[in-house]
């Protein structure tokens, strides 16, 4: 009777429809997590010990799974837990066999996905095969469309209805420098000219041609599909109020990878891309955890509805939705002291970008973001690129000479296609990608325009077009008054340091604890009587309970004060110009044409792009761009051609300076020319260049 009596209170069931038997006295206890405040882990939810007889039953129950003779030995099968006759969950059971005897748990939820996941990489959980449209069709039906044409069309639909979309991104270390000699006229891939964006844009896209060589097509996937993806491998769908954020639907995650394309020029079959290439080689688990810092996210599944759910922090606490478990407490509630030790949080920056470091070649940090007492240092494993506002190579005779916002990055990037089998960015004997490229997000906002109003596929990391207009809400760059520090983190961590722990009993219906959503703020009144929201962090659950009830210990966090919940208010956006005035001077030694020219910035600002009416800034920080070009003569170097590694690149470096008044004259020049020798009269260092405004947070620049 004790066994029957714990078969209907606790009965496992497999998919034969078989009850598993436990041992007389067999509790069972489960633990469900809501990983808001973990940054190391995925933690999974699981129940604690089973223990059950092999006897002729449970055999059947296994069927004999388990035996070493089996065809396929297997510890592990899918079960369905119902607690006094209700349905709890369908989750996995994982055992062994111990003295001829069973011991097992289940694992639950988040658990049976991300062991699906945990050691995928992302190449291996996405290995799809994407066909982009143009040439013969999966079905069998050919396409007369281009690959440019088709790229195009990929860029005129809105965000996310395809796995990935093209738009320009500038990038002159894509290929390596001595890809070219142009001082010796050699190249290592024939008809080889380097281009400085991949995805290169004038009006069309570029692509190589069967002459022409040098144009890296870079696929960027659709972080929302990637999501879907990984989530789809592990039996779930999406939902939540994350993906459904219009901004979130336009994050792509930056590749440099580039297709093939010229060994297909001239076949009718088409371009396909496999998506884990042009995603950062990491781990499946590394990548999310990584958009769940950048983001402040918390991840929940349901194996009974087969739903993940992703929730960021702010928008969770602002909807209001409540969980009320006001009528379930029972006994006396727990609180402990808040962590009280504040954060240092560190933005992510790709340190393969050689524009993350400055002339030395040391990797600029940037400043930490502070919480509280900034105690505890955290680092952040996304990031965004660069954004730079420079001359457009759109071809409109009508419209020329506008100018353009794109993403920047300088580093060495990868490519699938066998015609640059001689290049070193081509792959490894393993087929493998030789250059890591950071887990880097940038907002693709559809076809938008330069300053003169020509159309150009636009991802920035920005939320403003070519002529500066706000087209978009949220950046993807941490600072800033469209950035994500303040439209989410700032309280996302100041939650995390001042939330107090409150631990509450409950005897929950089976029902309501099969259904209850981890994700949702509950609902708690404790002794002042006054209903206040928390966020669970973990539930514990026993059964058998009470009064066909289930134990349950309810961990949760509060909401503390001092959260910015509503929106601010931003002063006007600066318009800033620059003025520049040269200086040449004569350096020695005597006998060479030894010189360098100084370059001093003047800058101006003002309350309209026309320049009407001054402004009169305080504290307004400016980053300037300054690019040394030593692509204009290949033969420097004391030694001859290639003896120095700056020869045929560029490099830019940023300085910010913070400004007051209407107009400040920046008191160190930046050499923008120069031509050093050394006592014995050999050419040391020579470089052309010049200084620009880069987009700001705050300001807008006058071209």
Not at 252 to 273: C, D, F, N, Y
Not at 571 to 580: C, F
């Amino acid at each position: 009777m004790i066994t029957n009596f714990y078969q209907f209170m606790i009965a496992i069931t497999n998919v034969l429809g078989l009850t598993l038997e436990l041992v007389p006295g067999q509790a069972l206890v489960t633990e469900q997590v809501c990983a808001w405040t973990a940054d190391d882990e995925l933690p999974g939810e699981f129940s604690y010990p089973i223990k059950f007889p092999l006897n002729e039953s449970n055999l059947r129950f296994l069927q004999l799974q388990f035996r070493p003779d089996s065809t396929h030995p297997e510890m592990e099968l899918p079960v369905t837990v119902n607690l006094e006759g209700v349905l709890y969950r369908r989750c996995l059971l994982s055992y062994r066999i111990v003295d001829d005897k069973g011991d097992g748990f289940l694992k639950i939820d988040s658990s049976e996905a991300y062991d699906k996941l945990r050691n995928l990489s992302l190449l291996e959980a996405l290995p799809d095969r994407i066909h982009l449209g143009d040439g013969i069709q999966p079905g069998g039906q050919l396409s007369l469309k281009t690959l440019r044409q088709r790229m195009y069309e990929l860029a005129q639909l809105k965000p996310g209805l395809f796995p990935c979309v093209f738009f320009p991104i500038r990038n002159d270390s894509f290929f390596e420098a001595d890809i070219t000699n142009e001082y010796e006229n050699t190249r290592k891939v024939p008809g080889f000219v380097r281009q400085v964006y991949v995805n290169a844009f004038n009006g069309q896209f570029l692509t190589d041609s069967s002459t022409v060589t040098g144009y890296p097509i870079c696929p960027q996937f659709y972080l929302s599909w990637v999501l879907e993806r990984i989530m789809n491998l592990a039996g779930y769908r999406i939902e939540g109020n994350f993906l459904s954020d219009p901004e979130v639907q336009m994050l792509t995650v930056t590749g440099m990878t580039a297709m093939e394309v010229k060994r297909s020029i001239t076949a009718p079959l088409g371009h396909t891309v496999t998506a884990g290439m042009h995603l950062p080689d990491m781990s499946v688990s590394d990548f999310l955890k990584a958009i769940k810092g950048r983001y402040g996210l918390a991840i929940t599944f349901n194996a009974n509805t087969r739903i993940c759910t992703i929730v960021q922090f702010k928008k969770t606490v602002q909807s209001g939705t409540v969980q009320d478990l006001t009528a379930y407490q029972t006994g006396r509630y727990s609180v402990d002291k808040a962590l009280d030790r504040g954060f240092r949080v560190i933005d992510f920056i790709d340190e393969q970008d050689e524009l993350y470091k400055d002339a030395k070649g040391n990797v600029v940090r940037p400043a930490p973001f502070v919480i509280g007492k900034g105690l505890d240092e955290l680092q952040l494993r996304c990031g965004t690129t660069q954004a730079i506002l420079e001359a457009s190579p759109i071809v409109n005779a009508a419209q020329a000479g506008g100018h353009w916002i794109v993403p920047t990055v300088k580093q060495a990037g990868n490519t699938v296609d066998g015609a640059y089998q001689a290049s070193e960015r081509y792959l490894d004997q393993e087929g493998k990608r030789k250059n890591n490229i950071g887990l880097k997000l940038i907002s693709y906002r559809g076809m938008s325009v330069d300053t003169k109003g020509n159309a150009y596929p636009l991802g920035t990391p920005d939320i403003r077009n070519g002529k500066q207009e706000p087209i978009g809400k949220q950046s993807t760059s941490l600072g800033g008054r469209s950035g994500l520090w303040r439209s989410g983190l700032r309280d996302y961590y100041h939650f995390r340091d001042q939330a107090q722990p409150i631990t509450q009993p409950l005897l929950l219906p089976v029902a309501v604890l099969a259904q209850l959503k981890l994700h949702e703020p509950v609902g708690l009144t404790l002794k002042d009587q006054i209903r206040r929201s928390y966020l669970v962090t973990k539930l514990s659950a026993e059964s058998p309970g009470s009064e066909g009830r289930v134990r349950v210990r309810l961990e949760c966090l509060t909401l503390p004060s001092g959260l910015e919940l509503s929106a601010e208010a931003d002063l006007p956006l600066v318009w800033v110009s620059m003025a520049v005035t040269h200086k040449s001077v004569t350096d020695p030694p005597a006998g060479v044409p030894a010189y360098h020219i100084e370059t001093t910035v003047t800058l101006s600002f003002w309350a309209n792009a026309q320049k009407t009416q001054p402004y009169i800034t305080q504290g307004l920080a400016v980053t300037l761009r300054q690019r040394k070009d030593y692509r204009y003569d290949a033969r420097l170097g004391p030694f001859g051609y290639g003896s120095d590694p700056r020869a045929g690149q560029q490099f830019d470096y940023l300085t910010t300076v913070v400004c007051n008044g209407s107009s400040m004259v920046l008191p160190t020049p930046f050499v923008t020319e120069k031509r050093e020798y050394d006592s014995t009269k050999r050419i040391i260092d020579q470089y052309k260049g010049f200084v620009q405004l880069d987009p700001g947070d705050d300001y807008n620049v006058i071209v």
